[in-house]
């Protein structure tokens, strides 16, 4: 857990189920920006469609190599995005308590 302090830098995935509506971001503050997500604080998509569970993340300690990383996946298919997740959370847990514990 030490390592959310030490890089400021994240990328993540919402869905609004298992095997859902999918959406990729990329910020600073992830537990900040979980927590508007998951409070429709942020008018657009993800308060449209109702995508606030927290699937996946990755760390990078600097913002350019996140907007990059961001930026592929959002390019790839939903199957890529899809195996990505299941990778690291096969059971779609929302990982949200995770990062704040």
Known sequence: MMVLFMCQSYVYILASQRN????????????KRIYEHKQDLIDGFTKKYGVCILVY???HCAIDVAI???????KWNREWKLRLIEEKNPEWQDLYDEIIH
């Not at 990059?68 to 959002?74: D, G, N």
């Open 57 to 59: 993340y990755e760390i």
């Open 20 to 31: 859902g509506t999918l959406y990729v971001g990329v910020t600073s503050d992830l537990i």
């Open 68 to 74: 990059a990383r961001e930026k592929q996946i959002k």
